[in-house]
Nanobody, 127 residues
Framework: QVQLVESGGGLVQAGGSLRLSCAASSGTFRNYALGWFRQAPGKEHEFVAIISWNGDSTVYADSVKGRFTIVRDNPKNTVYLQMNSLKPEDTAVYYC????????????????????WGQGTQVTVSS
């Protein structure tokens, strides 16, 4: 069982930056790939980014590519999402999630394939 806790959300003006953190309760977390998703009001979960278990491989959604960076600090059991040049359309609840394996698979973008989720952190970008 892995428990994930997100933090770092808040209110920021367009063009600003935020850094989200996802802290895991289990030391085995360092063996798992981890993804970030977001959910805007009235919309489904949207894939944002994923990082491999060792941090060597990352994938981003086209909508955030070049603006967001996902990194991990395995000794601290934490994954970060650095968000720069924020836009109002980035407003959403952001969730970290893991499948509980090192394998990302072809469906890394599909939230239904993830087994463990955090409670989410709100990000609001004002225009």
């Amino acid at each position: 069982q892995v428990q994930l806790v997100e933090s770092g959300g808040g209110l920021v003006q367009a063009g600003g930056s935020l850094r989200l953190s996802c802290a895991a309760s289990s030391g085995t977390f360092r063996n798992y790939a981890l993804g970030w998703f977001r959910q805007a009001p009235g919309k489904e979960h949207e894939f944002v980014a994923i990082i491999s278990w060792n941090g060597d491989s990352t994938v981003y959604a086209d909508s955030v590519k070049g603006r967001f960076t996902i990194v991990r600090d395995n000794p601290k059991n934490t994954v970060y999402l650095q968000m720069n040049s924020l836009k109002p359309e980035d407003t959403a609840v952001y969730y970290c999630a893991t499948k509980g394996t090192s394998y990302t698979g072809s469906y890394y973008w599909s939230p239904s394939t993830y087994n463990y989720w955090g409670q989410g952190t709100q990000v609001t970008v004002s225009s």
